[in-house]
Nanobody, 125 residues
Framework: QVQPVESGGGLVQAGGSLRLSCAPS????????MGWFRQAPGKEREFVAA????????YYADSVKGRFTISRDSAKNTVYLQMSSLKSEDTAVYYC??????????????????WGQGTLVTVSS
């Protein structure tokens, strides 16, 4: 049984940084693109970033481009989201996601299946 493990959330001041990690146990996602979504209070879940299965391609929402960096360590079966220059509007629960299909360099974000409890990021102004 796959147990997604998201970690790294917390309280940070505006302008600060955090690194989120997603290390699912019970299954390897080394052949799947991975991504992050977030959901702020009272808002719909939105795409944040994604990385292809090889790590060669990355994709970002305009709202985080230049501030967030997604990366992966396939040997550790872990995907990261380095968040810098955080703003109050980045406050949300962040969820890890995996492509439903393996071996893809490009893909519709809707094919990223979100799972897990998420990790809360709170940015204070």
């Amino acid at each position: 049984q796959v147990q997604p493990v998201e970690s790294g959330g917390g309280l940070v001041q505006a302008g600060g940084s955090l690194r989120l990690s997603c290390a699912p146990s019970g299954r390897t996602f080394s052949t799947n693109a991975m991504g992050w979504f977030r959901q702020a209070p009272g808002k719909e879940r939105e795409f944040v970033a994604a990385i292809s299965w090889t790590g060669a391609r990355t994709y970002y929402a305009d709202s985080v481009k230049g501030r967030f960096t997604i990366s992966r360590d396939s040997a550790k079966n872990t995907v990261y989201l380095q968040m810098s220059s955080l703003k109050s509007e980045d406050t949300a629960v962040y969820y890890c996601a995996a492509d439903r299909f393996p071996y893809r360099q490009s893909f519709p974000y809707s094919d990223l299946a979100v799972w897990g409890q998420g990790t809360l990021v709170t940015v204070s102004s």
